[in-house]
């Protein structure tokens, strides 16, 4: 629910209202509304046939606006799980990790995320690409896609790469939260240097958005559903595909921090190591990983259906 009403909140009135904040909890929910006037009033309602909430504010500088959202006019239905974005890491100018023979992690990412829309789409999933050509998309801009979409799921594919280790190899499954390990935060830290390729204002918002999800966030439903989302996409790699597994992990990541849904960050492999590199370039392998996730979004929606 939290989710819909946050997305209600995305044609607000710019003179009215500085900022929206919402978060679903394990038996309740959140929504902060900063409002720039002082003197104000407040209705809401329950409404029936669809059920939604519909809210109102007005004073002084406030449009004359009714703030709903109606899940049937926007075609999206609350119980399903059938909207899914598709990340493909970096881009354009940002070219992510470079392997030894100069295959790059940009490219990498989209091939594997194009097969897999192919085959969630023969699913009956809708899927939305952040990126379908060789451009670059802000951190920000590809959870915004997501959450504009009304994404039941946020998939960021990525590869690895280790410049002090290159015998290190594997696919590892994130979920966003506190890093616990060396691997989550060296990881974290590799993504998260994309933001150079922003402007400096930016930067400073990233890193003061996630300290704040992660102290507010780190009990919520969605990272329960992350985190066995992540488990699942784990399990049916090391079921599909040739990459040893390292295992589940968690870590600050830029990209996903704004996401409303369940969200992962995959790497598929450690493109800087010369036999994980060969792998990447075989289609072989994209059909592999893609086959895999699919698997696990299949099997996410069938448990997740059910709760809901």
Known sequence: MVQLIHRCLTARPDKAVYDTKAYQFENSAQLSIRLRPRDFTFVSKIKENPLRIQ????????????????PEANGFKDNLIDVIVIDPGHGGDDEGAIGPSGVKEK???????????????????????????????SLSDRTKIANEA???????????????????RGFISFFLSDAKTDQARATAALENASIRFESSENQKDYVSDLDFILLDMVQSEFLKESA?????IEQNIQKHSKISSRGVDQAGFFVLNKAYMPSVLLETAFISN???EKLLKNKKTHENIARAITESLLQFKEKYEALR
Do not use: C, P, Q
Request: glycine share 4%.
């Open 150 to 168: 009304g994404a039941d799921i946020f998939v960021s594919i990525h590869a690895n790469a280790s410049k002090n280790n290159k015998k290190a």
């Open 274 to 276: 010369k036999k994980d």
């Open 228 to 232: 066995d989302l992540a488990a699942m």
């Open 107 to 137: 490219d990498v990412n989209l091939e594997i995320s194009r097969r897999l829309k192919w085959l969630l789409e023969n699913k009956n999933f809708k899927v939305i690409l952040t990126r379908d050509t060789d451009r670059f998309v």
């Open 55 to 70: 809210m109102m504010v007005k004073g002084e500088g406030f449009a004359d606006t009714v703030l709903s959202y109606n």
